[in-house]
Structure formats: structure tokens, C-alpha cells
């Protein structure tokens, strides 16, 4: 089961990876910039890390019981969809890094409508759903929680980016209140 596992996490990895590589060259090519104080270095590291530490662990500690099992499976599915849902909604604007296209409008359709951080609170779900599966007792808190401190921290940075070089559409700041997401 965690065999599988494995190459669901990583195999999805790999695709949203490709995606965002091709989405990283289309924002640049509209004339993206990107924060130089960004902590992708880091993060790029440290997810793949968190899945395996995971992983490591429900392996030696033999999986996890029926009903975490089921659980993990349900949170993960519901984080991979709220995920691509907002994948789909930013278009060619998703990327593993922080590249805004000055005077790009935000995003306000799909789950941006509820949500500011929708793709952050899907990777999250994701964490705690490996956790679950896998039966990380350890890990899993541990890695959610380093993971967690990294978004933040990219949150920060996002923000400001999108303040400094996005402009919210006049309409948003109705609708949306005074963040536009």
C-alpha cells in the first residue's frame, strides 16, 4: 500500500512539476518578475523531503490502522481537488515560484472567490493526508509543521509581490473586499 502511495505522491509531483516549469516560461515570457527574497530554494527541498520522511516512517512502522488509512484517503483526494482546482483557475499564473506579470489582475474566480491561499491550504491537506495513510506519528506533525512555517513565509512574500506588481480589478475590491481573493 505505501508502494503505491508512493508513486501516486510522487508521480502527481512530477506532473504539476511539468506544468508549472511550462506556466514559469509563459510568465516570464509575458515579462514575470520574481522576488529574490522568495523561499522556493528551500521549499523545492523540502516537500518532496516531508512526503518521504512520511513515507520512511509508515514503512518501518508497518502502515497505518483502517480507519487512518481511510481518513488520509479522504483528505488527500479532497487537497489533490481543491489543489487543481485552483491550479485550473490561475491558468497560466500557477507556478512553483512566485512570478507575478506586472499589472496582471488577481485572480478572483474559482476558489480565490472563498478562499486567498486556496493552492497553500490544499498542500497542507496533502501533509496531513500522507501522514494519516502512512501511520507518520512523527513525521508527519513534524514535516506539516517545518512545511507550514514555509508557507508562511511564502505567504508573506506573495503578498507583497502581488501589492507591489499586480493591480486588483476595479470590480474586486466590491466583491471581494479589500484584498481581492
Do not use: C
Amino acid at each position: 500500500m505505501l508502494t503505491s502511495l508512493a508513486i501516486v505522491i510522487f508521480g502527481s509531483m512530477l506532473l504539476e512539476a511539468r506544468r508549472a516549469s511550462r506556466n514559469e516560461r509563459a510568465q516570464r515570457a509575458r515579462g514575470g518578475v520574481e522576488p529574490e527574497n522568495d523561499v522556493y530554494p528551500v521549499m523545492r527541498v523540502a516537500y518532496p523531503a516531508a512526503f518521504a520522511a512520511m513515507l520512511a516512517e509508515g514503512f518501518a512502522r508497518g502502515g497505518a490502522a483502517p480507519a487512518l488509512l481511510v481518513a488520509g484517503a479522504i483528505t488527500f483526494a479532497a487537497a489533490k481537488a481543491l489543489k487543481w482546482w485552483a491550479i485550473r483557475s490561475l491558468g497560466f499564473s500557477w507556478t512553483f515560484r512566485v512570478i507575478v506579470v506586472p499589472g496582471s489582475p488577481l485572480v478572483v474566480t474559482g476558489p480565490y472567490r472563498m478562499l486567498r491561499h486556496p493552492n497553500y491550504v490544499a498542500v497542507v491537506g496533502e501533509l496531513i493526508g500522507v501522514a494519516l495513510m502512512a501511520g507518520a506519528e512523527v513525521a508527519g506533525p513534524v514535516a506539516t509543521a517545518v512545511f507550514g512555517a514555509l508557507l508562511l513565509r511564502r505567504i508573506a512574500v506573495e503578498e507583497q509581490t502581488l501589492g507591489l506588481t499586480a493591480r486588483r480589478p476595479p470590480s474586486a475590491s466590491k466583491r471581494e473586499g479589500r484584498d481581492g481573493r
